[in-house]
T-cell receptor, first 113, second 114 residues
Framework: SQTIHQWPATLVQPVGSPLSLECTVE??????LYWYRQAAGRGLQLLFY??????ISSEVPQNLSASRPQDRQFILSSKKLLLSDSGFYLC????????????FGPGTRLTVL | DQQVKQNSPSLSVQEGRISILNCDYT??????FLWYKKYPAEGPTFLIS?????DKNEDGRFTVFLNKSAKHLSLHIVPSQPGDSAVYFC?????????????FGSGTQLTVLP
């Protein structure tokens, strides 16, 4: 069966510090991978998606970047965090070529102080 | 521009009664619609979906209705149970770049009162 892992579960970082959130998927190959953010009181905003290794598409301009160094690994990064980067970050995967039902990880709660 | 809207941020329903969650969309190119359920501090979990060629899909206590002419879908939960209390997101699938993408609404917090 497929599983998706995210870490860390919670993170408190000062403004201006770097960020690295990691997501890995097990039990499937060539998945589509996604990073979402849920800000307080808001819906799910798609940040990045990837259809393959090294292929990253950005949906919104922002302070964040994403990388996919391996087929089932997706990393969300920032060189300098802003207060507005606080939120709940979710990684998701879907079957390659389909993209309808997405399976979400447990999320990372990021607080930037 | 919000292409998928959930205009009710919250809904309270008595246990045993019907819960109706609503969602409107603006993009007529969306071809597949999904509902997700989310508990606090957890990732969303898939609940039920419907293709744009259908107007109803039922799975146990959950039924999703699609009105294409009105660009409106709704999720009915009957009977509602306290464990159904969660945030419900509707999502619509459309083409974006090289992959089909989901666009999510802002969510509705459902509270089922015992």
């Amino acid at each position: 069966s497929q599983t998706i892992h995210q870490w860390p579960a919670t993170l408190v970082q000062p403004v201006g510090s770097p960020l690295s959130l990691e997501c890995t998927v097990e039990g499937t190959s060539n998945p589509n991978l996604y990073w979402y953010r849920q800000a307080a009181g808001r819906g799910l905003q798609l940040l990045f998606y990837s259809v393959g290794i090294g292929q990253i598409s950005s949906e919104v301009p922002q302070n964040l970047s994403a990388s996919r160094p391996q087929d089932r690994q997706f990393i969300l990064s920032s060189k300098k965090l802003l207060l507005s980067d606080s939120g709940f970050y979710l990684c998701a995967w879907s079957v390659m070529g389909e993209g309808d039902e997405q399976f979400f990880g447990p999320g990372t709660r990021l607080t930037v102080l | 521009d919000q292409q998928v809207k959930q205009n009710s941020p919250s809904l309270s329903v008595q246990e045993g009664r019907i819960s109706i969650l609503n969602c409107d969309y603006t993009n007529s190119m969306f071809d597949y619609f999904l509902w997700y359920k989310k508990y606090p501090a957890e990732g969303p979990t898939f609940l039920i979906s419907i293709s744009s060629i259908k107007d109803k899909n039922e799975d146990g206590r959950f039924t999703v209705f699609l009105n294409k002419s009105a660009k409106h879908l709704s999720l009915h939960i009957v009977p509602s149970q306290p464990g159904d209390s969660a945030v419900y997101f509707c999502a619509a699938r459309g083409l974006s770049g090289s992959a089909r993408q989901l666009t999510f609404g802002s969510g509705t917090q459902l509270t089922v009162l015992p």
